[in-house]
T-cell receptor, first 112, second 112 residues
């Protein structure tokens, strides 16, 4: 699936701040950040619709999302914790009705 | 507690055999979706079945939905090695608004 691109693919962090990037080329209105820990299902973190944050699950404040335009999504991470080690997926859908989510390949975050 | 969950953690079949993954959920839903996640990739939707539908097919895939028992199944016929993946059911529980919740997943291994 090259219609949703995420960068970087792999990220190893100590204490440095870093940002994950996502861009979708599907013309979708809704964009999501999901976190998937090892052997677990994806869990919703944030949901944007038409650049507006409309869903903010219980996520530590060190994760800050940003939607600079309707096709791009960023996730800023600061002062990471070992429990943050996971794969972070960006996804998009035509509407927020969740009829079908398209996922990127994910960014695997490893916290040292 | 899980809003949706698959009933078995892992299944193993030989190529050409059929396999069925089951899912149960706990609240009323508008639709149930089945996703497949191959190693190193994001989940990809296979089938969406609405609450007023009992069966949905997509090639070798067949999904059923029983709203009275709050359960669903996904069957794959004539399995191939490339069907090896984790299969998730996901629901948009009416009480959860626009949040799609994934079950814990069933790992299916198709052996040559």
């Amino acid at each position: 699936n090259t219609k949703i691109t995420q960068s970087p693919r792999y990220l190893i962090l100590g204490r440095a701040n870093k940002s994950l990037e996502c861009e979708q080329h599907l013309g979708h209105n809704a964009m999501y950040w999901y976190k998937q820990s090892a052997e677990k299902p994806p869990e919703l973190m944030f949901l944007y619709n038409l650049k507006q944050l409309i869903r903010n699950e219980t996520v530590p404040s060190r994760f800050i999302p940003e939607c600079p335009d309707s096709s791009k999504l960023l996730l800023h991470i600061s002062a990471v914790d070992p429990e943050d080690s996971a794969v972070y997926f960006c996804a998009s859908s035509n509407q927020v009705s969740n009829e079908r989510l398209f996922f990127g390949h994910g960014t695997k975050l490893s916290v040292l | 507690s899980q809003l949706a969950e698959e009933n078995l953690w892992a299944l193993s079949v030989h190529e050409g055999e059929s396999v069925t993954v089951n899912c149960s959920y706990k609240t009323s839903i508008t639709a149930l979706q089945w996703y497949r996640q191959k190693s190193g990739e994001g989940p990809a939707q296979l089938i969406l079945i609405r609450s007023n539908e009992r069966e949905k097919r997509n090639g070798r895939l067949r999904a059923t939905l029983d709203t009275s028992s709050q359960s669903s199944s996904l069957s794959i016929t004539a399995t191939r090695c490339e069907d090896t993946a984790v299969y998730f059911c996901a629901t948009d529980a009416n009480s959860a608004g626009n949040k799609l919740t994934f079950g814990i997943g069933t790992r299916v291994l198709v052996r040559p």
